[in-house]
């Protein structure tokens, strides 16, 4: 059998979307996590150390526009199947996103504008911070085992 350009492949199943985007979490805070010692190197009066954290918060911020793209493209059906709720979830989601693009936009343009040096180390910190909380968030309403399911009927549905 012969596979041509338009043969595309079958769905992901709820678990691999959760699989894939969790994963795909641990990279961004893998990179979040290199903040820590760019923003020590900041405050020990290093002279590349304002540039160097401003090229990290461009790089994230696409990385991050990326991302959200990949959930989008991946997470967003998986919620409107999910359950009788899926599509206000999904609604929800593409929501968050929009406002944190907004937000996203905003705090990486301060943070290349930033001459203060203090300043600079305060808003990378509040920048990781809440990332980590919106991706925690995130995990504990659209990622959980108990939404993105392979089986849509409860194992104990029947008494098993």
């Not at 041509?4 to 678990?15: G, M």
């Not at 911070?129 to 939404?147: F, G, I, N, T």
């Amino acid at each position: 059998m012969t596979h041509d350009a338009t043969t595309r492949a079958a769905p992901l199943l709820p678990s691999e979307v959760r699989a894939r985007l969790v994963e795909a979490h641990g990279a961004i805070r893998e990179r979040l996590g290199r903040a820590g010692t760019l923003v020590a190197w900041l405050r020990e009066g290093h002279a590349a150390a304002p540039s160097t954290l401003k090229t990290w918060a461009e790089d994230l911020h696409g990385l991050l526009v990326s991302h959200m793209e990949r959930e989008e493209a991946l997470l967003l059906p998986a919620l409107r199947e999910a359950d009788g709720f899926g599509p206000t979830r999904a609604e929800a989601l593409q929501a968050e996103h929009e406002e944190q693009r907004r937000g996203l936009q905003r705090v990486i343009a301060a943070i290349v504008a930033e001459s203060d040096v203090a300043l600079l180390a305060d808003r990378i910190e509040l920048l990781v911070e809440r990332v980590r909380r919106d991706m925690d968030e995130e995990e504990a309403l659209y990622l959980s085992p108990k939404l993105l399911k392979d089986d849509l009927v409860p194992a104990d549905y029947f008494g098993g």
